[in-house]
């Protein structure tokens, strides 16, 4: 069964009080869109956006691994052994990551205080691990806010079509 769908290099805005964010799947044009709309820090949020990326890229390595949380049976460690083992400098970045928020990482960059990236940043995350950058452990909420990057896709006529091709 073949399903349909156009992939979207431009799947959406986050409408804020002063500006509007557009979420782009290209690199450059998302560099350009954080440097328009956040043009006081364009540097620092670039910066910060560079590495939530790169830690985003290994969440998404781990998670490709099957392994489920909490680990009750050795089975729930799926293939994240051999994903330690090939890959220990991902890892080892990981675990650096482990115990911290997003607020965290804003401070590194120190923009935990600029409020138009913050209220961004809450807008998003309220939609997935719904809270805000103070408590958002920052390893998931890593996927939360690259998600749309990774691929947005249309499928017409949305769900009905899914249900007649399963229903087929």
Do not use: N
Request: hydrophobic share 45%; charged share 25%; proline share 5%.
């Amino acid at each position: 069964m073949k399903v349909p769908f156009v992939l979207l290099d431009y799947p959406m805005d986050v409408v804020m009080e002063d500006r509007k964010i557009s979420l782009y799947r290209d690199k450059i044009a998302w560099a350009e869109e954080l440097a328009r709309v956040f043009p006081e820090r364009q540097q620092d949020v670039i910066a910060f956006w560079k590495t939530l990326e790169q830690i985003s890229e290994a969440v998404f390595g781990v998670t490709a691994t099957g392994v489920s949380l909490p680990i009750w049976r050795l089975y729930d460690l799926g293939k994240l052994p051999g994903h330690a083992v090939t890959h220990p400098g991902s890892m080892l970045r990981l675990a650096r990551y482990a115990t911290r928020t997003v607020e965290d990482l804003l401070r590194t960059y120190k923009i935990d205080t600029y409020e138009p990236l913050r209220q961004f940043i809450d807008a998003q995350l309220l939609d997935a691990p719904q809270t805000d950058c103070t408590e958002a452990a920052f390893l998931p909420s890593s996927l939360a806010l690259t998600i749309y990057r990774r691929g947005s896709f249309y499928v017409e006529k949305g769900i009905s079509q899914l249900s007649e091709l399963l229903a087929e």
